[in-house]
């Protein structure tokens, strides 16, 4: 871990950035609405707790209720405090974030956000520490449900740290949910050390191949694509530094369950029961897999163990099992081929 680069970005995030409207680029901004479900709850959050939002999207799922989450690099806490509302009182969420400055804010509205929310007692408690280290912060080996990151994990200079650190806290059948900034290219090194492009979110992050291959090295070689947007540098002096790469907006999902590295065909087929209450008509799991309610939809084994094997397993009905094997899936139907290529990704 890079000393130097940690304190660089506590500065840039503690000490430089006032508002969100201090950015330079559209790295760390939504241009996305939220689904229609996350809005109201997005409302309920202290104005003061929204200007100080740097995220670059929704990296929020369905189905909560009485999960245990971890927001890592929660700031000032705006995603913790619409966590708080989706899992209700018999659940709670742990922000975890290295800047002073920003969890200053997070926990001056602790107790204004649960009046507002009518809780007894508080389900939101906000740590000092390093995405890095999670032991550090006292996160226990599997004891956490869904972890969630907004734009922050390309801010660290240990990335395969960090994601072997969210595998190990994650329970099995847990889910990650990010979004974050990533590349086409490799970064080259002289533009790693720009603390302003590292600072908007841009230097630091990871090759979409690079992070394909480091998942798959951690045992999750099927990571899944919700949406991915093309970013803009609005700033001459970046855009002259950086304007040959492309950038992109991703929210990705992974799951920590029995995975193939490529989609195997085992005659699976999943029928939504539309049991969520944020999606009573469909579910979408990635960019390619809509499940309208009741409708069979032949899935591989990947797919088949995803919903099987995590908290949306009671909303879905998995016909088939792995006895036999049909050879790879067909992952031809996908819309949009334009998407990071993933060996494992249907």
Not at 217 to 243: M, Q, S
């Amino acid at each position: 871990m890079t000393q130097e680069t940690l304190k660089d970005v506590q500065n840039y995030y503690g000490n430089v950035l006032e508002s969100n409207e201090d950015l330079k680029t559209s790295a760390c901004c939504i241009s996305e609405s939220p689904p229609e479900y996350l809005r109201s709850l997005i409302s309920n959050v202290h104005e003061t707790v929204q200007s100080k939002f740097y995220g670059c999207g929704s990296p929020i799922p369905a189905a909560l209720e009485g999960c245990t989450v971890l927001d890592l690099g929660c700031g000032t806490g705006r995603d913790a405090y619409v966590l708080s509302q989706l899992v209700g009182e018999n659940g709670s969420v742990i922000g975890l974030d290295m800047t002073t400055e920003q969890l200053s804010v997070a926990n001056q509205y602790v107790g204004w956000h649960m009046d507002k929310f009518g809780y007894k007692q508080a389900n939101v408690e906000f740590k000092h520490g390093y995405i890095e280290d999670l032991k550090q912060a006292g996160i226990q080996d599997s004891s956490i449900d869904l972890i969630i990151s907004n734009c922050v994990i390309n801010l660290s200079p240990a990335k395969e740290s960090v994601f072997s650190e969210i595998i190990r806290v994650l329970k099995p059948g847990g889910e990650l949910y990010f979004s974050d900034v990533f590349s086409g290219q490799r970064i080259p090194e002289h533009l790693k050390k720009d603390k302003v492009l590292y600072g908007e979110c841009l230097s630091g992050a990871m090759y979409t191949e690079d992070f394909r291959r480091m998942m798959t090295r951690l045992a999750i070689p099927d990571t899944r694509v919700v949406n991915k947007r093309l970013l803009t540098l609005n700033d001459p002096e970046l855009f002259k530094k950086a304007g040959m790469i492309d950038f992109y907006s991703m929210t990705i999902r992974a799951f920590k369950v029995g995975l193939e590295d490529i989609c195997e065909n085992f005659g699976h087929v999943a029928y939504y029961n539309g049991s969520i209450a944020q999606a009573p008509h469909q579910f979408m799991l990635d960019d390619h897999h809509v499940f309208k309610t009741g409708m069979p939809v032949p899935v591989c084994g990947n797919t088949a163990n995803m919903l099987s094997g995590s908290r949306f397993g009671s909303h879905f009905t998995i016909e088939g099992d792995f006895s036999t094997h049909y050879g790879p899936f067909d992952c031809t139907t996908a819309p949009d081929t334009n998407e990071i290529s993933n060996a494992g990704c249907c």
